[in-house]
């Protein structure tokens, strides 16, 4: 390829040559790479003299490219503004070929976009609109999962157990080594910081309190949640949208098979069933995190340890953390599901419903944990 | 684009080239040329191994044996860069057009010219609206691949294939998916192409009326035999191949033994 390579023949040359009122242009030379070429705007002045045409000329070209057809062009629209005939039977047979070719089909007029700014108050109209159309899509969507759940409840609901089993698997047992690692750690920080306090009193013991209490009540439940919208939720957002991509949720609806029954229930089963238990495991990492700081730094005596948390944390806590997993488990489905239902059709569009899966599932995760955390105070457990 | 002086020189040529994914092997000891500003088109039944072949004669998949020579360069044997080089001048149409979702179709065009030449920004965007033209699809720069239909999105594949000016073009299946006037017109326009730009086309394809209307030369691949079995200008092949499976395949007959 030419233009890789730095070109070493002759520069590209343009003479210009009047002969009465023709105005001869003959190119030669190399034209072909990214050499600079002649300057157009002298030509312009040439065209100013007024010839009755203008001639194109092969004068020893060596090679070209489609730069030479877009020097062409140029000279051909510079012609046309000022009326003058423009005539290029005298290049090479290929030019004159895709010459033809490139002006063979016309612009269709309105393919160009409007490229003026739309004013401000457009953009806001625009804005609300569309934020209207989005809202109704996903109160649509949610229909479409309640009336879902409602197959189910009778039994009517049509989807794979393989399909189910391997989401379970996937959000289930797959998720461990994560959640272990972070809830563990949570444990560890939580105990940090109660101990720091704590210590001015002497009441390090204190410190199961705060993980037990922190862990059973939100800790465990949210951040099992957050984890589960990064992990399954984004990825739950690509399978859905890259299946939108290739027409394969068209294909299922076509057969008659609802899509959120056969996509979206098993995922949604697999995360409201899954979330509870990896939180309750989440619980006790959390809490064996505590215990380490508690006994390894703080010197307290493990079965002290394990007493005060089992006095601090009755079950009723527990059962507040697993409400919430068991809210935030529908959050992450819901969302990663919505999400890709609602993909476009390209590459770019997958990536845009995984990050919006993934954010509305950890906005709507914090909301529901605030309305919940209020709804509990209320009912004062 | 420049005019070779030695038609007989090959463009391409394939020596004892297998073709395997893993130990599952596709074709074996292929060998054969691609000459100069041919038409060349690659042929076989559904599953031989047509767009490996392709993808091992771009540079995209390494051969698990063989050689593959671009002139006299041998293309395995060569630093990354020369590779790379070569490539280039590879214009490759990918089946369904493989453009850039995220880009407009300028944006596709444009790309290889802002990576690989010293161009300004006005005179690549004069070059992009060329190639745009030539496709016929003339102020569709600011359209998105999502936007516009399958046919037109064949169509600004090949604009982005042209837009460094290839000497060596490749087509993965181009009539698949589009009307019969349309691949016609798409035939039209690789014969026109080619004559203006005298450049090798190679084409991958089982569009038996876009073989006979284009192809000056070809191979014929076979799946059972995993090797090719027959090659040289289609119609020829048609009337006068001995291997009554390409003759078949070549008339569109169905039923063995009538021949």
């Not at chain 1, 423009?86 to 004159?96: A, F, I, S, Y």
């Not at chain 1, 934020?131 to 309640?146: A, H, P, Q, T, Y």
């Not at chain 2, 054969?32 to 047509?50: D, L, N, V, Y």
Request: aromatic share 6%.
């Amino acid at each position: 390829m030419a233009q890789a390579l730095p070109s070493a023949g002759p520069p590209a040359q343009l003479h210009r040559q009047r002969e009465d009122d023709r105005l001869i242009l003959a190119f030669a030379g190399d034209w072909k790479g990214d050499q600079p070429l002649p300057s157009l705007a002298e030509l312009g002045a040439a065209l100013g003299a007024a010839p009755r045409e203008v001639v194109l000329r092969d004068a020893g070209l060596l090679g070209w490219d489609s730069r030479l057809l877009v020097f062409v062009l140029r000279i051909r629209d510079l012609c046309a503004a000022q009326g003058i005939a423009c005539r290029d039977e005298e290049l090479p047979q290929g030019v004159q070929r895709l010459l033809a070719l490139a002006t063979a089909v016309p612009e269709r007029p309105g393919s160009r976009q409007d490229e003026g700014r739309p004013s401000l108050l457009h953009e806001l109209g625009e804005g609300a609109l569309l934020w209207g159309r989005k809202s109704i899509d996903n109160l649509v969507f949610f229909g479409e999962v309640f009336f879902s759940l409602t197959r189910l409840l009778r039994g009517r609901a049509r989807f794979r157990a393989s399909d189910l089993l391997l989401h379970l698997q996937e959000a289930g047992i797959a998720a461990l080594p994560i959640v272990t690692l972070i809830s563990l750690l949570v444990g560890v920080i939580l105990a940090f910081v109660g101990a720091v306090q704590l210590r001015l009193f002497g009441a390090e013991i204190y410190i199961a309190n705060a993980v037990a209490l922190g862990m059973a009540r939100d800790m465990g439940a949210m951040m099992t949640g957050i984890l589960m919208a990064g992990r399954t939720g984004a990825a739950y957002a690509a399978q859905l949208g890259s299946m939108q991509v290739n027409e394969e949720i068209d294909a299922l609806r076509t057969f008659g098979v609802a899509p959120v029954d056969f996509l979206v229930l098993p995922r949604l089963i697999a995360l409201v069933l899954m979330v509870p238990l990896l939180t309750v495991y989440a619980d006790l990492m959390g809490i064996l995190g505590g215990a380490l700081v508690g006994v390894g730094l703080f010197d307290l005596p493990l079965t002290q340890y394990y007493q005060q948390t089992a006095s601090a944390v009755p079950l009723i806590h527990f059962a507040t953390g697993l409400i919430k997993a068991l809210a935030y488990g529908a959050i992450v489905a819901v969302a990663g599901c919505l999400r890709g239902m609602q993909c476009g059709r390209s590459a770019a569009a997958v990536g845009e419903a995984t990050t919006a899966a993934v954010v509305s599932a950890i906005v709507w995760i914090i909301v529901a944990n605030a309305v919940l955390t209020v709804i509990f105070h209320i009912l004062g457990i | 684009m420049e005019h070779h002086t030695t038609p007989s020189a090959a463009h391409l040529r394939v020596e004892n080239l297998t073709l395997a994914y893993g130990d599952l092997v596709i074709q074996k000891d292929l060998c054969f040329e691609i000459p100069r500003a041919s038409i060349f088109i690659i042929m076989g039944g559904s599953g031989c191994g047509k767009s490996t072949l392709l993808r091992h004669l771009v540079g995209l998949q390494r051969p698990a044996a063989g050689r593959i020579y671009y002139g006299e360069r041998c293309f395995w044997a060569l630093e990354d860069k020369e590779r790379e080089a070569i490539m280039r001048g590879c214009g490759i149409l990918y089946q369904s057009g493989a453009l850039w979702s995220s880009l407009t179709l300028a944006e596709n065009i444009a790309l290889p010219l802002r990576e690989y030449t010293r161009l300004r920004a006005a005179e690549i965007k004069d070059l992009v609206e060329l190639k745009l033209a030539l496709v016929g699809l003339a102020g569709f720069g600011d359209f998105y691949p999502a936007q516009i239909s399958g046919g037109m999105r064949k169509r600004a594949g090949l604009a982005r294939a042209l837009a460094l000016d290839p000497d060596i073009l490749f087509f993965d299946e181009p009539s698949a998916g589009l009307d019969p006037v349309s691949a016609a017109r798409l035939d039209e326009l690789i014969l026109e192409l080619r004559e203006s730009l005298g450049a090798t086309v190679v084409v991958v394809t089982h569009e038996l009326a876009s073989i006979f209307a284009i192809g000056t030369d070809g191979i014929f691949l076979d799946a059972e035999s995993k090797t090719l079995i027959a090659r040289g200008n289609p119609r020829t092949l048609r009337d006068e191949c001995r291997e009554p499976s390409v003759r078949r395949f070549l008339t569109r007959d169905a039923k063995e033994g009538r021949t």
